[in-house]
């Protein structure tokens, strides 16, 4: 039986590559855009395939909310294109009407419906006008990734931004695509069997490049494979990448749609979390406030951790803490780790944590490690009980490579403040984990590993902002 006070939780998709606006929705538009909504489909992009299509796009967006629109000419059509095309579109953009990229455009030299000239011509005005209308690209590559790359880096290199859809190149590809900072997604294909060699691919787009699609009405996925596709169907293949990149369903959904946000600036607006999951831990944010300002802090290059957005002005109390956690049953531990150093609220931390040892949860807090200092005494004995695990931040073999990379508002004092404070914490019992990140080479981490066995405590190697 859930607890009273647990929160449902419902996933946030986005479809970022759906044709609403073709023929094969034309008799049930509403019921599957109600069908994807219903199931979490929050945000859906219609990016046309010729000048009608994306006009047809853009009036979908105007009358539905979850809709947006991008235009363009896909390279099959290329052959229709004219001068008056690329005007026409950019009437569309202005006409305020929910465009937030310019596609489908690209290179298909496999099915060659369209001359090889005019595609290349008409995809350098594509990537010129997504530059003066300052729009994401939603990009198409089919048996020409040599062209295709060399396009994008001669006319566009450094000033584009955005998606190569439903991608079908190679490693190769892949990696020149990422270099410039381009997000990848692919369709259902990804969850038949076959899949495997895709698989492989899949694996080295880092998990703040990928975004969901479908391509619908095309590539349904398993188990809808054969029959129609439609945004709904979005969620088939989240079990696919939750394997592949050894995330929940639900860590999927949520990263993915913080990423098309990202790219399509789609106003989801979310606020800073005090509560966030990552695969089976509930991780808590209770304070933006931190007496170090790490060079590598993970805050100063984004809001977002894990598709969270952390950024928050205010401290939430105890009791609403405790609601935001839900029932703590379902998880495997309760971490105090956000934006800001949790014993800066001691007092906080020992009322949630007390809260959760009555309900049999296990705690772990993450910490700079100056609690003592902060709190001007020693701190271990009041975390005896309430908190299982501590994991302190080393991250330097000594006090000056510590003041140098860490920077703490304790100056040369901090570093020793931290030793004392996991000396005493083992006093007591605490299980205690040292963590470094692996930026301060393999001397460095061999002496923190040192200084760790030294005192009693496990050492956890780090990598840079990868964080939960
Ligand atoms: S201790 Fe943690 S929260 Fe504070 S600045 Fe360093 S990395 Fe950021």
Redesign the pocket.
């Known amino acids: 039986m859930p607890s009273k006070n647990q929160k449902p939780k419902t996933m946030r998709l986005t479809d970022t590559h759906c044709h609403l606006e073709l023929e094969d929705y034309a008799s049930d538009l509403e019921e599957v855009i109600d069908r994807a909504v219903l199931g979490g489909v929050e945000r859906m992009i219609s990016p046309g395939i010729d000048l009608a299509s994306s006009r047809r796009a853009v009036e979908i967006a105007r009358k539905y909310p979850s809709v947006f629109a991008a235009v363009g000419v896909h390279p099959i059509s290329a052959d229709t294109a004219c001068e008056k095309t690329i005007p026409r579109l950019r009437d569309l953009c202005a006409a305020g009407g929910k465009v937030v990229a310019v596609g489908e455009v690209g290179l298909d030299y496999y099915r060659r419906y369209a001359s090889e000239k005019n595609q290349k011509k008409l995809f350098n005005e594509f990537i010129e006008f997504s530059i003066e209308m300052d729009l994401p690209l939603i990009l198409h590559n089919r048996a020409a990734s040599e062209d295709f790359h060399d396009m994008l880096k001669r006319t566009g290199q450094g000033v584009i931004r955005g998606v190569v859809h439903c991608f079908s190149g190679d490693e190769k590809l892949l990696e020149e695509v990422l270099a410039m900072g381009f997000f990848i997604s692919f369709a259902g294909n990804i969850t038949f069997k076959k899949a495997g060699p895709l698989r492989e691919l899949i694996r080295r787009v880092p998990l703040d490049k990928l975004l969901l699609e479908t391509d619908s009405p095309y590539l349904a996925p398993e188990p809808a494979r054969g029959r129609r596709n439609e945004p709904a169907n979005v969620r088939y293949l989240l079990d696919t990448y939750a394997e592949i990149y050894e995330h929940t369903p639900s860590d999927i959904a949520r990263i993915t749609t913080h990423n098309a946000d990202v790219l399509f600036k789609l106003g989801l607006g979310d606020t800073g979390k005090i509560a966030y999951e990552i695969r089976d831990s509930v991780y808590l944010n209770i304070t933006n406030r931190?007496?170090?300002?790490?060079t590598?802090?993970?805050?100063?290059v984004s809001n977002y951790v894990k598709g969270h957005n952390l950024k928050s002005d205010r401290e939430p109390e105890a009791d609403e803490i405790i609601l935001e956690m839900g029932d703590i049953s379902r998880y495997r531990e309760i971490v105090f780790c956000?934006?800001?150093?949790p014993t800066m609220r001691l007092d906080t931390v020992k009322k949630v944590a007390d809260h959760v040892k009555r309900e049999g949860g296990r705690v772990r807090i993450?910490?700079?490690g100056t609690g003592d200092i902060i709190n001007g005494r020693n701190i271990s004995g009041e975390l005896k009980g309430l908190v299982d695990v501590v994991s302190v931040?080393l991250?330097a073999p000594d006090a000056e490579t510590y003041d140098r990379i860490?920077?703490p508002a304790f100056g040369k004092d901090a570093y020793q403040g931290i030793l004392k404070f996991i000396k005493e914490c083992r006093e007591q019992g605490i299980e205690v984990e040292v963590t470094c990140l692996d930026i301060i080479g393999e001397e460095g981490l061999a002496a923190c590993r040192r200084i760790a066995n030294d005192l009693g405590a496990f050492f956890r190697l780090r990598h840079l902002n990868e964080v939960g």
């Not at 931190?290 to 790490?294: G, R, S, Y």
């Not at 590598?296 to 100063?300: D, H, I, L, S």
């Open positions: 931190c007496t170090n300002e790490c590598f802090c993970t805050r100063e956000g934006f800001g150093e993450v910490t700079n931040s991250n860490c920077q």
